[in-house]
């Protein structure tokens, strides 16, 4: 499990560094059409995560295998946690990873910012095999999670939604 949450924490990490690096090329950009879109991108966003329909998106439509852990090879845990990490291996039931990245790029943020978003991310997506490893009953806390998958939803877009209006420049709060 070490290697795997090792690649997860990884591969987000190089995403992070990426969208960081691509946020300071953008930073060149005007800052009003990057607000603008970056407005219209978490409104849409987070109005479809709030209404449990998560923004379909281009991905791999792979689902992650019960069994991802070969007992005895290090390189296949840490290759599948690092592609994992990088949001491009498997199917993401939401959109909210990539509005980050997004966010990081259009705001221009920057590579620090960039890493603190990639570390969140790899931790986030190594808490659920963790949580899920620790329970007594696997497939209970399956089922459980399935229940809850759409206040979890809605808890993430929120947060995402708090962050966005943290990020938000002065001159566009209305107080």
Known sequence: MRYFISGLI??????????????GIAALVPAGPRWTLFAV?????????????????PQNRRAVPQTIIPQSNVAGPLQFGFEMGTGVRTFMPTALPHALL????LVGAGVPVGIGAGLGFGLGRALMPLVRSWHDDPRHWDRLMLARMR??????AAAFLITAVTLAPARWMPW
Do not use: D, Q
Not at 10 to 23: D, E, P
Not at 102 to 105: C, E, H, K, S
């Open 10 to 23: 990884a591969g987000a990490t190089v995403s992070g560094v990426i969208a960081g690096i691509l946020g």
């Open 41 to 57: 991108l978490t409104a849409l966003v987070v109005a479809f995560e709030l209404a449990g329909r998560p923004l379909p998106l």
């Open 102 to 105: 997004a966010t990081v790029v």
């Open 151 to 156: 206040l979890v939803g809605s808890l993430c």
